[in-house]
């Protein structure tokens, strides 16, 4: 994954539960640094649930 201002290859440090960042659910929160110094971003935090696509349409269809 590319950082969004610099465009440098970000440094994977690793990934942690939902929980561990206090997100109701169940996923996983990915750790990425720019390792450019030049570059204002520190890190990076990716959000990926475990919920399937039927899942999300189906809460999506109950909203209605």
């Known amino acids: 994954m ?3 201002l610099c465009e440098s290859e970000l440094i ?4 942690h539960s939902y929980e561990d960042y206090c997100i109701g659910g ?3 929160v990915a750790n ?7 570059c204002d971003v520190e890190s990076v935090f990716v959000h990926i649930s475990n ?4 899942e999300k349409n189906g809460k999506e269809e109950r909203k209605d």
């Open 2 to 4: 590319k950082c969004y």
């Open 12 to 15: 994977w440090g690793g990934d």
């Open 26 to 28: 169940d996923g996983i």
């Open 32 to 38: 990425l640094s720019c390792p450019n110094d030049e």
């Open 51 to 54: 919920e399937t696509k039927e």
